[in-house]
């Protein structure tokens, strides 16, 4: 009898008892790719050779994007309030779609952040890419950008959640109308949702 009323009980008190998902947040340090798509476009213009003055047409290019830290972080890693930013690897400009014989003459890149009292962007000094090591795999050429990000990153770091802004300027032999991927590789020390269940 005892054992019955036990049972009674206890099949009265199952609706009273649930369980409640609560989301807990704890830091991290994640390793993942700031990954920036930079849409070029381009113009062409008649480039004469004096030596024999022939016109021959090369293009200009410029594209820009803006960003955050936030919005450019990989989004297969689930990052929340990034809380600081540090390299990991090498960062890589790269265009792709370059035919046999296409050449870039010339390739600048500058960057900026948003100022806190305004909406223009401060930009810093452009840097000249073809000083740095580049290469063209099949149909994509490649700049190796080493240690030249590293005020870039040190500056997000410092405000992870603050707009930026990168813009690319050249010039080419072929029309480079593409899509100019950055890739930054870098740790972040960020919030990580973990969940747990409750009973109440």
């Known amino acids: 009898m005892k054992n019955n ?11 009273l008892s ?8 704890s830091l991290a340090e994640i390793e993942t ?23 021959v047409k090369d293009y200009s290019f410029s594209g820009e994007s803006t960003n955050s830290a936030a919005s450019a972080t990989d989004a297969e890693k689930e990052v929340y309030k990034i809380q600081k930013i540090k390299p990991f690897n090498e960062p890589t400009l ?6 046999e014989g296409g050449a870039i003459y ?17 930009m810093q000094e452009p840097i000249d890419l073809m000083l740095l090591e580049n290469m063209i795999n099949d149909d994509t050429f490649i700049v190796y950008l080493d240690e030249t990000l590293s005020h870039f ?6 405000n992870p959640n603050k707009s930026f802004k990168l813009e690319i300027t050249g010039k080419a032999n072929f029309n480079i109308n ?8 870098v740790i972040v020390e960020a919030e990580q949702l973990t969940s747990r269940f ?3």
């Open 178 to 185: 593409c899509i100019a991927k950055l890739e930054i590789p």
């Open 18 to 25: 649930s369980c409640e998902e609560k989301n807990e947040s």
């Open 106 to 122: 010339s390739l600048q890149m500058q960057w900026g952040y948003k100022s806190s009292t305004g909406d223009d962007y401060i």
């Open 94 to 99: 790269s265009f792709s779609g370059i035919n």
């Open 33 to 55: 790719n700031l990954n920036i798509d930079i849409p070029i476009f381009a113009e062409s213009f008649d480039n004469t050779k004096s030596e024999n003055i022939t016109l």
């Open 5 to 15: 009323v036990a049972f009674l009980i206890g099949i009265f008190l199952i609706p």
């Open 153 to 158: 990153i040190n500056t997000m770091d410092s």
């Open 198 to 200: 409750e009973l109440f």
